[in-house]
């Protein structure tokens, strides 16, 4: 019976790493049961203590703009800024200069017929549906009381009129986009060990569930206003943004502790995963993501080991660092030995972490490229939902 050790990568403990261990055990055991999907998790006992702030690294220097690329890049432009700041696209729209007028300014106006909806509503049916789904059920009613009691709402709320139109629906867009960005960003921080992060799918669903809740069916696209150019934005948008950013990159970010360690003391982790393999059941298959790919690239290099057919690397840095001569087990311009494995190296634009290894290693690397359609950092632990990981791997399996 073949024997799947799935190895984690960089900053993960326990909490998160076992979410994830079923997350991977479940999509291999629906679609082959006779394999035995086996845990290697390193980081308890092997892991950085220290908690290292990451202050150093520039992982979210970006220079495209939300009226940059196509519908869909924009939307995931948008997301990055969500995932960390949720009223982000509230705070724009609050910057769009009013036009027109209200029918009845001492009655009640359209955008408190908006705010009741919204307060009165009660998720059931299928947006109760997609909100367990997606992890943050229970955070919903404190997503919107965050929401709903932020200055920035109640400004969008203002410029609400009879005669919207399409406008009207973009501001019922952005405000359930926020309600289910904070509900995410409240559970993340609640349980910094687990992982909230619904695929692009499920999550434009469940907005798209909530907006139709509140009276509007249309599709999810931008409105006109906020793809237009920013650059009247630019100087106070970003500065609001850039207040939070500190706090929520750290948050999000994985410690580059783990990785500082084991280039120091890698062996340890080596050979906790050694030990791991040799109690499995052969044929084995290891299936490594980040770190955990170079770790089992630098212990299948030096160490051979025939029970295992297939190593598996999924948003690893193995090739960059055997590209700048830093991988510990390889100098640059040595080939793979003889006996190293089979090697399927999946990756993802999106993820700037994972690189590419058969222009460096002919015939020895498959590259496969996936796309989760997650902005960074989120795409670089996006993998395990998408199906087309999965569709990659699969069959290979022995």
């Not at 055997?322 to 510990?328: D, H, Q, S, V």
């Amino acid at each position: 019976m073949t024997t799947l050790v799935f190895v984690h990568g960089t900053g993960v403990r326990q909490a998160a790493y076992e979410q994830t261990f079923k997350i991977v055990e479940g999509f291999v055991t629906k679609q082959r049961p006779d394999i035995t999907v086996v845990p290697c998790f390193w980081g308890g006992e092997f892991g950085s203590k220290l908690n290292a702030q990451g202050a150093s690294i520039p992982l979210f220097d970006a220079t495209l703009a939300l009226d940059q690329g196509e519908e869909e890049d924009q939307t995931i432009i948008l997301w990055q800024e969500l995932y960390r700041n949720p009223l982000y696209e509230l705070g724009l729209l609050s910057f769009k200069p009013r036009t027109g007028g209200d029918s009845n300014p001492f009655g009640e106006q359209p955008g408190d017929q908006l705010h009741d909806r919204l307060l009165d509503l009660i998720p059931t049916g299928k947006l109760q549906e997609k909100l367990q789904a997606a992890g943050i059920a229970e955070g919903f009613d404190q997503a919107r009381r965050h929401v709903t009691s932020s200055a920035v709402y109640q400004q969008v709320l203002d410029q609400v009129s009879d005669s919207d139109g399409e406008d009207g629906d973009t501001i019922t867009r952005a405000i359930a986009r926020a309600i289910i960005a904070q509900a995410m960003f409240d559970c993340q921080q609640q349980n910094q060990d687990s992982i909230i992060l619904p695929n692009p799918e499920l999550r434009d669903q469940l907005v798209r569930s909530l907006s139709n809740a509140l009276g509007k069916e249309e599709d999810l696209g931008l409105g006109d206003w906020i793809q237009k150019p920013l650059s009247l934005l630019a100087g106070p948008a970003t500065a609001w943004v850039r207040s939070k950013r500190g706090a929520i990159t750290e948050a999000n970010t994985p410690t580059p502790g783990d990785i500082i360690l084991y280039q120091s003391r890698g062996q340890q982790i080596r050979d906790f995963i050694q030990k791991t393999i040799e109690e499995a059941e052969p044929p084995v298959v290891i299936l490594a993501h980040s770190l955990g790919g170079i770790a089992c690239v630098d212990l299948l290099v030096n160490q051979p080991m025939a029970q295992v057919t297939l190593l598996i690397t999924v948003g690893s840095q193995a090739p960059f660092l055997y590209e700048i001569n830093a991988l510990y087990s390889l100098e640059f311009g040595q080939p793979l030995p003889d006996f190293f494995p089979e090697w399927l190296n999946i990756y993802d634009l999106r993820d700037f972490l994972s690189y590419i290894g058969a222009t460096l290693f002919p015939n020895k690397v498959q590259d496969v490229l996936v796309d989760s359609k997650q902005p960074f950092p989120q795409a670089h632990s996006a993998y395990w939902t998408n199906p087309a990981t999965w569709k990659a791997i699969i069959p290979r399996l022995p």
